[in-house]
Nanobody, 117 residues
Framework: QVQVVESGGGLVQAGGSLRLSCTAS????????MGWYRQAPGKQRELVAV???????NYADSVKGRFTISRDNAKNTVYLQMNSLKPEDTAVYYC???????????WGQGTLVTVSS
């Protein structure tokens, strides 16, 4: 069974930066997308950014120009570089891996990002 594990969360001041990482426990021998979602207290989980198997990316409007998603297939890892952080970016950030041909969808346990004003 594939698992994904996030790391890199923490406390940062507004305007600062953090980089999140998410690594799959083994190689996926099928095309797969990886993405980041977040859930703030009292709110629904929302898409932050996703990178497809071919490298195309998609971002939530709220993070465009500030966050960058990238992947390293050799390391089975996706990154989320977060710059110019705002207090409203405070949330638990979750990694998702989807391999549609394998009917596989995996979520990580989440990593907390707290941005102080």
């Amino acid at each position: 069974q594939v698992q994904v594990v996030e790391s890199g969360g923490g406390l940062v001041q507004a305007g600062g930066s953090l980089r999140l990482s998410c690594t799959a426990s083994r190689s996926i021998f099928s095309p797969y997308d990886m993405g980041w979602y977040r859930q703030a207290p009292g709110k629904q989980r929302e898409l932050v950014a996703v990178v497809a198997d071919g490298g195309s990316t998609n971002y939530a409007d709220s993070v465009k120009g500030r966050f960058t998603i990238s992947r390293d297939n050799a390391k089975n890892t996706v990154y989320l570089q977060m710059n110019s952080l705002k207090p409203e970016d405070t949330a638990v950030y979750y990694c998702q891996l989807v391999a549609r041909l394998l009917h596989l969808e995996v979520w990580g346990q989440g990593t907390l990002v707290t941005v102080s004003s």
